[in-house]
């Protein structure tokens, strides 16, 4: 993507299914091109992203990646927010 855009892993078949969510949120920062971000909303069941999600991403993309807790959303959701860092950053 070549712009800022939002995923979302809250609703549906991602509201009862970690793995599917891990999977789709890897692939969001996967297509997301470098200097922009994606906004990784998740399900309010699994709780805070930030505890399972932030770690792995930063254990699959080494110092190419800033990550930011925004908030939970009224509706329970968390939002993370990953930004693709040129390389050498």
């Known amino acids: 993507m070549d712009k800022d855009w939002t995923k979302d892993l809250e609703h549906d078949e991602y509201e009862n299914d970690i793995d599917l969510i891990i999977k789709d949120a ?35 993309f080494p110092g190419q990646l800033k990550i930011k807790f925004i908030d939970q959303c009224g509706c329970g959701g968390y939002v993370l927010r990953v930004w693709k860092l040129p390389l050498n950053s």
């Open 26 to 60: 890897i692939k969001a920062v996967e297509e997301t091109n470098t200097g922009f971000y994606v906004n990784l909303v998740t399900s309010e069941v699994f709780d805070n992203p930030t505890d399972y999600l932030k770690p792995l991403l930063e254990k699959l």
